[in-house]
């Protein structure tokens, strides 16, 4: 680093760190041998530090800013495709290899001036904090690099995550670092400074002192913040006449008002999936969406392990509109559209003889597939280990109806629990926007101040958020990109990523969490406590203080510093959160007419859902989840109209074909997907794409559902009409083929089957004994004592790409956007297969696809440079720098794992993506091949810190990132000579076999078949 | 006919054959071992720095141990360059007016860096970690040269690949005892080879696993 | 026959079947061959081909450092088909490139005096097929400016190698040797008549030229006896260098584990499939050559018939090859090579299979027919069907084996770009420009072997 | 023998056809003449013989070129791949005997053309742009259709007007003398 950043950043932070609190030491950019790997033979070096300089947020970075940002603009608004974006990176590197017989360029090393404690160059430091999603967060560990953190894992200690981690949060360093994040404060469109805005609110809010704020309104996301809502309080204290309004467009109103119409309260709910023997999903993604997801994911998984002679495996039936990821590991699931499961839920809990206050004509419920008996019979013999669990998106009564069959069966207490909300105002959030918008209209509104959200893109249709704004005096806005909403606003200030801003959050289980940086803000950002704090006359107030302040009066630790540290290790405040209650049914549900009554047969129904990667549209600009195929369909870069094979038939439309979504009064253009496994009639469309306004990455991705969404009907229609286009918009999909072709890729049998055969993986293929060789097999076993493997839990794999973005963030792998996605040249590492039975009923299997580590690979015998090589620990070496492109090596590899550089992929000149990459990792240069390494790095560093300790490495010390990052623990990588270690023991199971074996490649990668446990009172057709 | 070409010819025609080879090989050999000319991998030239600090001085005379200044050695890849703090803990009270060193009061007073220029720089792909050749034996001197002898700081040896190799190969012919790591006058024993394996065993150095590309390349 | 044919033509003395009525004696046999070349007068044809092949150079020069600039992802490559043109036409004009040795090597071993008329040119055609040939291997890799040198065993300072179990490397070597003997075998037979050329050229600098080129050949009766025994050796080397040649290019595929590509049958039916191309290609070149520089005494209808008959006979070896390659997929019972089979006839490229077969096997047993065989323009027709269906089984198993292999998740499919249709076009240019260049400046036809064709004691003055 | 004969490189003859050449060598070296040379647009089979050349030695020569080339061809392979830096590629054996064959196999056939031909070249002194037989005026037809035979004056036997009238008698077409 520079000397100016340096004093910058020391600046930056005048209050010298104490020595024992973490999270102090972080802001201080600093000298760092990786960094300095990153810039040999690169012209302009001296630029790039320049702008790290910048990046310390200085005044002359906004000035510059002010220059920069049109030109940048304009680059992107004529036309130049994402594409076009890389060439241009690609021709600055055209010749890069050729530097290797010229003199190196000169390199600066610069010291520090006053070395702090506890950070040394090339030692990566992990920090505790947590991420906040829809109001609820998720316990994390962050790695840092020299002050920048890096890679986000789970954290082991916190409940909601037990070290697992979901794509989305994986990928939520990228943001950080997103080069598009919004960097300046602006007023009307120009660069402004924080204290500008300061004094221009002040005035306002004098004004609305002197009428108690009647005029003033604050419309936040869902705040499951505390802290934050304390200081709202006192906000409201202030401005007694003041309204504070809470949007977000994926909120749980449903699972709020139901909990209310079930206990009178809108108490929160959650599960202890870990107890549950039969678990019956009605269209609820529980495993892959929402609060708590993960934990339940791992919960779900560790009860379909069936280790060591166990043969006994929990039930999961899923009743769903869309196939989603808990869909495709059910043991039972039935595609019923909206209302079937609505007569579904009531026959059932008939049939439980739950108490219900009927309305005159109840839905009938045509039970084809034979279920409600069956399941009934399996719900009540589990008793007390039973659990219902109701989608997000359902209609409030069908959440009261699911609390009423829990209570009936026993469950509260066992597998369901009652907490207070985790959030700080449990409003009906539809409601409270609507209210709002009605205000505004009214003319009531003289200042309004949104932090965080864009309701401007996704408030509901029919509320005219964008005319309401024009009748409001003040607009101010703090969010993380300029968007939609931004461009309407007089005021914007940039938000703080949550790696940059002091903050406090509650889990699903309302867990409390401190929210810890882990650098200073790169830009001159603020967070919602800042903002807030500053109308409350907190301006400039350390908002870890008021942070402390809150916690010391919740707490009556005697030593509540050492209570402070030991939070902020761990990442939880220890028992601080909410007792369980005690909640029971007031009186019978009762059922509206409307509930389960099946649509009109010339319509058809509309279901709304976020999208599984980019959520609300929050991460539309985040390349990674882009990329990332959607766990079923596997598309990227577009959200599409899904339906089932049936209904395209009906309709006589075609994958990509453009259709018209219409509603009375609403419609919208959205290109087909035909989704096997989709309810027939249901057209399911995912939220927050179509963006106007955002970064590069996610403008014009996909199409905006937003406009059929009603503040009534915020997550369907029953009323949905279709007309035919003839235009087409291609869709970038990464798998073209989904039928399986009867190669035993995944090798799966029924839990009844399997208590016979235990071991009908192992007889599938015929494959030649390994000793039935003309070489000398012994001539390359390790003589280290290591020799790397790993096996892949087919049975507890839910398909959700954590692995995927995780590879993609610990490896370094570039995006490389949609067209190159068309072109079949995505770099993923390690994919996700996904093979459907067949097309109407079809079953769903997934199967992560890392690299195999062949002992006898083919890739290495082709390569004529000698680039791919095998290691003595029997990885499958690639030497990116001795690689001439040939694709030999990938033409050869039976199982496609090799990904190639066709052009400059990586981003070798946005600074502030830089600073995300892992040191460790090579960053790859256009025309090379790339691989999956088993994290090779991680290896390595392991191997020296135990050489140097001088013991052997220990089974489970190497975690690879996929590993590390899956939700379900369905991924064990380690030593397979070391007797003890996990993996020996995953694959001495009798599930265990490889792909492709019978070509001899013998894998060091191998699968753990997948076992059902059907109903055998359900006949599955 | 009369003749085309002069009697000459006849001998212009066999040496312009043998003298073409012969150019042509001679460029290729050039070629060939462009990176071994310590131009091009600047061994033995001194850089420019923003203060000519002797290591001579300072080793040789001063007898400072390596780590006194290198203080991350055994502990990372990165050997760490002092901060100017560690120059002015003696520099504060001696030759405190010494205008050679007055780079390095600036820098402790105003808080900005020293720019030292880098002398040992290995390309992006390589990645070399000193704590682990530290603690398994190799002398700083095996890779640095005489660092005791040098008044300004140049390279010993061209770091090219093959050259890493010769050690990675065998491992024997380099490494000394951990104590002697730091001992700048450590010289080989004359059974340098057999002592070397006794280290090798005892420090349990997978040669085996020394020419993987992973050790390196990663 | 063809004797029979020509005698009715010939009163006077018969001259030898190989050659045509007008050529007699050595005389005028040298006035014709170096008529062509020591004259001022270029025909016009000659012109408009060479602009032709000027401007395709243009464009070849252009993709070339499009590429360079933007990488290997301007063509329609893709992860699972990672070759594509650039590997079709390395082998496709490999197999070009092997008419010319096998006609002046093996023809030479089997005693055929027809060969002596059209071996030069054949040789020509083969060193520049090469050429093109060897383009592609190079630009075809991610990094052409490290492959260049990094193929080749050289001491470096890296301490790494070349690893030579890699078929790619078996190419470099087999390549590069197959280029240095061809290029070697064509300039050796070339000097004797560069000495006629320099002995009858009028202008001072072409004698100057040609004089260097002759080295100063003399014709003495000791330089021949060294020089014949020479060409014997070299024939004897280059002919199974040529068979192993395209063996080894074929090994390319065959070494890998593809379905479609693993297979034994490989070596033989690629170099089978060389011949037919190659003699193809001699054909398209020979037939309006003959034409426009009146060389039907030497180039006769025996000579054209004669290959056509090698064509049919490579055809059916090489139709054997396309129903063996079934035979096995069935026989193997493999389920990866019945799939592979199935979806190369059946699967979204199957129409470029059956035009395979047309092109390969139905329409070339029009040679069967004597008539056809010496009809010049059916030659034409069919040699050019011919060179069209040997790119297509290039194009069928090097895109559908890679296609849909193993992990139908993968499968993919393959849309070449403008930018690999330029680099084809740019490299036909080159050849065309290099043919004719040769043509015009070089004996096209070996006259001191033609001349070995008159009976002693013909010197007719 | 005296300057008038030292000034000239010898006496040729040309003859009409091949036949009246070959005849002629053979009087000619039938009568002891030896540093003779015969030239002819084509090769003449016993026309080498006829002046006392008896065959070359060049396939000898291939034979231990081919061998060097196999030898070093495999060697190469051997020394890389299991002595100098042996890596295990996809488990095959260090000594991958089969697969060193093609290279082996090429560099063989490598080694023997390339040296042939140069072996043919120094054997034959070329190239040799100047040569005293070019001074003959009519010695160009000797590349197209002319065949002559040349006693060169270096020959013990030979004397201007003794060596001028035995080639007459030869009929030849003309005899002419080879300035240096």
């Not at chain 1, 300089?53 to 495709?81: I, N």
């Not at chain 1, 000698?866 to 620990?873: F, P």
């Not at chain 3, 083969?126 to 630009?139: H, K, S």
């Not at chain 3, 320099?198 to 060294?226: C, F, P, T």
Request: proline letters at 6%; hydrophobic letters at 40%; glycine letters at 8%.
């Amino acid at each position: 680093m520079t000397a100016s950043n340096l004093t910058a950043s020391n600046e930056a932070e005048p209050n010298e760190a104490e020595p024992n609190e973490v999270g102090q030491t972080i802001s201080r950019k600093q000298l760092n041998l990786d960094d300095l790997r990153g810039r040999l033979a690169r012209p302009g070096g001296p630029a790039y530090w320049r702008s790290l300089d910048e990046l310390a947020g200085t005044e002359e970075f906004e000035a510059m800013l002010h220059r920069e940002f049109p030109e940048q603009a304009s680059e992107w608004s004529d036309g130049v495709s994402r594409r076009n974006f890389l060439k241009l990176m690609g021709a600055s590197l055209a010749f890069g290899g050729l530097s290797n017989c010229t003199i190196q360029p000169e390199e600066k090393i610069v010291p520090w001036v006053r070395a702090p404690e506890n950070l040394i160059p090339g030692k990566p430091l992990y920090y505790a904090t947590a991420m906040t999603l829809g109001g609820v967060g998720t316990g994390v560990l962050v790695e840092s690099h020299m002050g920048r953190p890096t890679k986000i894992e789970g954290n082991p200690e916190h409940p909601s995550s037990l070290g697992g981690t979901d794509a989305i949060t994986q990928a939520s360093i990228l943001d950080l670092y997103d080069p598009d994040r919004a960097t300046a404060v602006k007023n009307a469109g120009r660069i402004a400074t924080w204290g500008g805005f300061l004094q221009n609110l002040d005035q306002e809010l004098t004004l609305q002192r002197s009428q108690k704020g009647k005029g003033l309104r604050i419309l936040t996301e869902t705040v499951g913040s505390p802290t934050l809502g304390q200081q709202l309080s006192f906000l409201l204290e202030e401005f007694p006449e003041a309204r504070w309004h809470q949007y977000e467009p994926a909120a749980r109103d449903n699972v709020r008002t139901g909990a209310a119409l079930a206990f009178g309260e809108p108490v929160n709910t959650y599960f202890d999936v870990a107890k549950a023997d039969v678990i019956l999903s009605l269209d609820a993604d529980i495993f892959n969406s929402g609060a708590g997801s993960v934990r339940y994911a791992r919960d779900y998984a560790a009860r379909r392990r069936l280790r060591n002679g166990e043969s006994e495996l929990n039930r999961l039936y899923v009743v769903e509109t869309s196939p989603s990821s808990t869909g495709s590991i059910a043991d039972h699931r039935l595609a019923l559209d909206s209302a079937a499961i609505e007569a579904f839920a009531l026959a059932l809990a008939g049939k439980l003889g739950v108490k219900l206050e009927n309305s005159p004509e109840q839905p009938s419920y045509d039970d084809r597939a034979g279920w409600i008996d069956a399941l009934a019979a399996d719900l009540r013999n589990a008793g007390a280990a039973s659990l219902v669990v109701v989608g997000d998106q359902q209609a409030p009564i069908l959440h009261a109806l699911g609390h009423a069959i829990n209570q009936s069966l026993g469950n509260i207490g066992t597998t369901v629990h009652y907490t207070d909300p985790l959030e700080v105002d449990p409003v009906d959030e539809s409601r409270s926007m609507h209210e709002l918008v009605a205000s505004m209209l009214a003319d009531e509104v003289e200042v309004l101040i949104i932090v965080g959200g864009n309701p401007v893109f996704d408030a509901p249709g029919d509320l005219d958020f964008t005319e309401a704004m024009e009748h409001v005096g003040f607009r101010a806005q703090l969010s993380f990109y300029e968007n939609e909403t931004s461009e309407r606003c007089h005021w914007h200030v940039p938000q703080s990523h949550y790696l940059e801003a002091w903050s406090d959050i509650r889990a699903y289980d309302s867990t409390a969490s401190i929210v810890q940086p882990l650098i200073q803000p790169l830009y001159n950002s603020k967070s919602a406590h800042e903002l807030i704090g500053a109308m409350i006359g907190q301006a400039g107030l350390p908002i870890r203080d008021i942070l402390r302040e809150y916690w010391q009066q919740e707490t009556f630790a005697d030593d509540f510093d050492e209570f402070w540290v030991r939070a902020l290790h761990d990442g939880l405040l220890a028992d601080m959160a909410f007792d369980r209650r005690r909640v029971r049914l007031r009186s019978p549900i009762k059922i509206s007419r409307e509930f389960g009554r099946p649509r009109g047969d010339d319509k058809f129904e509309l279901a709304m859902r976020p999208d599984p990667l980019i959520w609300d549209g929050r991460f539309v600009n985040n390349g990674w989840l882009q990329e990332t195929p959607k766990p079923i369909t596997k598309l990227t870069w577009d959200n599409a109209a899904l339906m089932s094979p049936t209904t395209a038939e009906r309709m006589g439309v075609d994958n990509e074909q453009v259709i018209d979504l219409t509603l009375p009064g609403r419609s919208a253009l959205a290109p087909v997907w035909i989704v096997p496994g989709q309810a027939d009639g249901v057209i399911t469309v995912q939220l927050g794409y179509g963006r106007r306004v955002t970064g590069r990455v996610g403008t014009g991705a996909g199409f905006d559902a937003g406009p059929l969404r009603t503040s009534a009907q915020m997550w369907g229609a029953r009323d949905l009409k279709v007309i035919k286009t003839y235009d087409r918009h291609p869709l970038a999909c990464t798998q073209d083929h989904h039928s399986m072709e009867d190669r035993h890729l995944v090798r799966h049998a029924d839990l009844d089957h399997y208590r016979h055969h235990p071991d009908f993986a192992q007889h599938e293929t015929h494959e030649s004994p390994a000793s039935l060789t003309l070489y000398n097999t012994n001539e390359f076993s390790s003589t280290t004592g290591n020799a790397w493997g790993m096996a892949i839990d087919l049975n507890a794999c839910i398909g959700c790409n954590a692995c995927a973005v995780a590879c993609q963030a610990e490896n370094n792998i570039p995006i490389v956007g949609k067209e190159e996605v068309l072109n079949g040249r995505e770099m993923a590492w390690i994919r996700v297969d996904r093979y459907y039975t067949d097309l109407d009923d079809p079953e769903i299997f997934h199967q992560p696809m890392p690299c195999q580590q062949c002992e006898n690979a083919p890739c290495e015998l082709v390569c004529p440079v000698g680039a791919t090589t095998h290691s003595e620990e029997g990885l499958n070496d690639m030497a990116y720098n001795r690689c001439v492109g040939t694709r030999y090596c990938s033409n050869n590899c039976p199982y496609k794992v090799r990904r190639f550089n066709f052009f400059q992929y990586a981003d070798r000149d946005t600074p502030s993506l830089k600073l995300q990459r892992n040191p460790d990792v090579t960053v790859r240069s256009r025309g090379v091949m790339e691989k999956c390494t088993y994290c090779t790095q991680r290896i390595n560093a392991v191997r020296i810190t135990a050489k140097k300790r001088g013991t052997p490495i220990l089974d489970g010390e190497i975690k690879t990132a996929c590993e590390q990052a899956c939700p379900t623990e369905a991924i064990v990588f380690g030593n397979i000579l070391d007797a003890e270690s996990r993996v020996t023991d995953w694959k001495a199971s009798s599930r265990n076999y490889g792909i492709l074996t019978d070509l001899n490649t013998r894998p060091r990668t191998t699968y753990l078949a997948r076992v059902r446990n059907p109903n055998p009172a359900i006949d599955k057709g | 006919m009369p003749q085309i070409f002069g009697r000459s010819f006849n001998w212009f025609a066999n040496v312009s054959i043998v003298g073409g080879i012969a150019v042509a090989s001679l460029l290729l050999g050039i070629l060939l071992n462009i990176n071994r000319l310590d131009y091009v991998s600047q061994v033995g030239v001194p850089k420019s720095q923003p203060v000519p600090f002797s290591h001579k001085h300072h080793v040789a005379g001063l007898g400072i141990d390596c780590r006194y200044c290198h203080t991350t050695v055994e502990e990372t890849a990165f050997a760490g360059i002092p901060p100017t703090e560690t120059c002015m803990s003696c520099h504060s009270l001696i030759w405190t007016e010494a205008p050679m060193l007055e780079p390095v009061r600036a820098s402790f007073r105003d808080n900005t860096p020293l720019h030292w220029t880098r002398i040992h720089d290995l390309p992006d792909f390589a990645y070399f970690r000193h704590d682990i050749h530290v603690s398994q034996g190799i002398g700083c001197q095996t890779c640095h040269g005489n660092v005791d002898a040098m008044p300004l700081m140049a390279k010993a040896q061209t770091l090219n690949m093959e050259w890493c190799l010769e050690c990675h190969r065998a491992p024997e012919k380099f490494i000394r005892p951990r104590e002697e790591v730091f001992n700048m006058k450590w010289v080989p024993p004359h059974d340098q080879t057999a002592a070397g394996l006794a280290l090798v065993k005892e420090y349990q150095v997978q040669t085996s696993q020394l020419t993987d590309c992973s050790v390196c390349h990663l | 026959m063809s004797e029979q044919v020509t005698s009715t033509r010939q009163q006077y003395t018969p001259p030898p079947p190989e050659l045509g009525p007008g050529q007699t004696s050595h005389t005028s046999i040298t006035d014709k061959i170096t008529s062509i070349v020591l004259t001022p007068h270029t025909p016009i044809q000659w012109f408009i081909v060479v602009f032709i092949g000027l401007s395709l150079v243009g464009l070849l020069q252009v993709s070339i450092a499009y590429l360079l600039y933007e990488g290997i992802g301007i063509w329609g490559l893709n992860v699972p088909i990672g070759w594509g043109f650039a590997i079709i036409h390395f082998v496709w004009w490999i197999g070009i490139g092997h008419a010319g040795t096998l006609i002046s090597a093996i023809l030479l071993l089997f005693r055929q005096k027809w060969r002596t008329s059209i071996n030069r040119s054949a040789e020509a055609m083969t060193i520049f097929a090469v050429m093109c040939a060897g383009m592609f291997p190079l630009i075809h890799t991610g990094r052409p400016w490290l492959a260049a040198y990094w193929l080749f065993p050289y001491p470096n300072s890296m301490g790494v190698w070349p690893q030579f179990r890699s078929p790619l490397i078996w190419d470099v070597f087999a390549v590069s040797t197959y280029f240095t003997v061809s290029l070697v075998f064509w300039f050796l037979g070339m000097v004797p008549d560069l000495a006629s050329f320099r002995d009858r050229a009028q202008n001072r600098v072409a004698k100057v030229v040609y004089g260097i080129l002759a080295m100063g050949w003399r014709g003495s009766a000791v330089h021949w006896e060294r020089y014949e025994m020479t060409s014997l050796m070299l024939a004897g080397l280059a002919t199974p260098l040529v068979l192993s040649v395209h063996s080894v290019i074929s090994l390319d595929f065959a070494v890998s584990i593809l379905p479609g590509w693993h297979t034994t049958i490989f070596p033989p039916y690629f170099v089978a499939g060389a011949i037919y191309a190659g003699f193809a290609m001699v054909l398209i070149l020979v037939i309006p050559l003959r034409k426009l520089y009146g060389l039907q005494d030497f180039i006769t209808l025996r000579h054209l018939e004669n290959m056509g008959k090698v064509m049919l006979t490579a055809g059916l070896i090489v139709a054997y090859g396309y129903f063996m390659e079934q035979f096995i997929a069935w026989y193997s019972a493999n389920e990866y090579e019945v799939y592979m089979m199935q979806n190369r006839m059946f699967g979204p490229y199957g129409s470029f299979y059956w035009a395979l077969v047309l092109c390969n096997i139905i329409i070339p047993q029009l040679l069967w027919s004597k008539r056809v065989r010496r009809n010049t323009v059916w030659l034409m027709i069919i040699s050019i069907v011919i060179s069209v269906g040997m790119w297509l089984e290039r194009f069928v198993i090097v895109v559908t084996s890679l296609h849909a292999d193993f992990m139908p998740s993968s499968w993919d499919m393959f849309y070449p770009t403008f930018w690999d249709w330029a680099t084809y076009a740019g490299t036909i240019g080159f050849f065309l420009l290099a043919f004719f260049l040769f043509v015009r400046g070089m004996p096209l036809i070996a006259a001191h072997e033609v001349r070995t064709l008159l009976p002693f004691g013909k010197k007719g003055k | 023998m005296n300057e008038t004969e030292s000034d000239t490189y010898g006496l040729m003859a040309e003859f009409e056809t091949p036949e009246d050449l070959l005849e002629a060598a053979k009087r000619t070296y039938g009568k002891g003449y030896r540093t003779l040379d015969a030239f002819s647009p084509l090769p003449i089979h016993g026309l080498a013989a006829a002046i006392g050349f008896h065959g070359t030695n060049l396939p000898i020569l291939t034979f231990i070129l081919a061998l060097v080339g196999a030898i070093v061809g495999y060697g190469m392979q051997y020394w890389i791949h299991v002595i100098d830096f042996p890596l295990n590629i996809g488990g095959r054996p260090l000594h991958s005997g089969p697969m060193f064959i093609p290279v082996t196999f090429e560099m063989t056939i490598l080694f023997a053309a390339v040296g042939t031909v140069v072996a043919m070249m120094i054997r034959n002194g070329l190239p040799m742009p100047y040569h005293p037989v070019f001074n003959v005026a009519k010695f160009e037809r000797a590349s197209q259709d002319g065949f002559f035979l040349c006693i060169e004056s270096a020959d013990p036997l030979f004397d201007v007007e003794g060596t001028t009238s035995f080639l007459q008698d030869l009929n030849p077409v003309e005899v002419s003398t080879v300035e240096w």
